[in-house]
Each structure stands twice: as C-alpha cells, then as structure tokens.
C-alpha cells in the first residue's frame, strides 16, 4: 500500500499461530517496509484482518481518499490443511465464507491518493 510519506506492506506469515491455515494465509498484517534495508518494520506490524481458521489470500489494496485507504479480502473456505476438503474445522474456528474490508484511517494526509470527490 503506497502512501506519500512511506511504503506499507500487506501480507501473512508463519509463526502467528496459524498452522491450522493452509500455506499460513491468514492473519492479514500491515506494517510499513524500511526502504533502505527492504524489510518490513516488525514494531509497526499489526493484525489488520483476524484468522478465524480461514485463508485470506487473494486480497487487494485501494487508497480511497488522501485520509484513507482500504484493503479487501474474502475467507477462502478450502477446509484445513490437513484434509482441505472438510470444511468441519474450519467452520468450528468461526470461517463462515466472510467478506472483510478494512479502514485504514492516515493520520497524516496522502498525497498519492486521489482527492474527495
């Protein structure tokens, strides 16, 4: 996601008690990516859409107005990774097939998004 004042990074990852996801997809994180060394900034990342035991891959990124800008996604209902075709556990961690738009509300203004129409 491209602000005027950095780059942010949306993305999922190992290691946040998501095992139960196949490929790890789910949660949805933001944080903002340090433009000398290319990696993300681990103290700004944040939970931007929950697991619930679904994959959220697929998702995309808009910036709406120079105070805001969105990132949409949908829980893939593919069943567990250990057996993809039962929707039985995954269901019992609460997927039920949701669709998420998330507000991200800039405290400083983007000079890269368009202007309120």
Same mark, same amino acid.
């Given at each position: 996601?491209?602000?005027?004042?950095?780059l942010?990074?949306?993305?999922?990852? #190992?290691?946040?008690?998501?095992?139960?996801?196949?490929?790890?997809?789910?949660?949805?994180?933001?944080? $903002?990516?340090?433009?000398?060394?290319?990696?993300?900034? #681990?103290?700004t990342?944040?939970?931007?859409?929950?697991?619930?035991?679904?994959?959220?891959?697929n998702?995309?990124?808009?910036?709406?107005?120079?105070?805001?800008?969105?990132?949409?996604?949908?829980?893939?209902? $593919?069943?567990?990774? %250990?057996?993809?075709?039962?929707?039985?556990?995954?269901?019992?961690?609460?997927?039920?097939?949701?669709?998420?738009?998330? #507000?991200? $509300?800039? %405290? $400083?203004?983007?000079?890269?998004?368009?202007?309120?129409?």
């Open positions: 996601m491209t602000h005027s004042d950095g942010f990074l949306t993305y999922t990852r #190992r290691g946040a008690n998501n095992d139960e996801v196949i490929r790890h997809r789910a949660p949805l994180f933001l944080a $903002q990516v340090d433009p000398d060394r290319l990696c993300v900034l #681990r103290e990342e944040r939970v931007l859409i929950p697991n619930r035991g679904a994959q959220l891959g998702f995309g990124t808009v910036n709406v107005s120079p105070s805001e800008s969105w990132v949409m996604a949908a829980e893939g209902m $593919q069943g567990d990774a %250990k057996n993809c075709m039962d929707l039985t556990l995954t269901e019992a961690r609460g997927a039920n097939n949701r669709v998420y738009l998330a #507000r991200i $509300q800039w %405290k $400083q203004p983007n000079r890269l998004a368009p202007a309120a129409v």
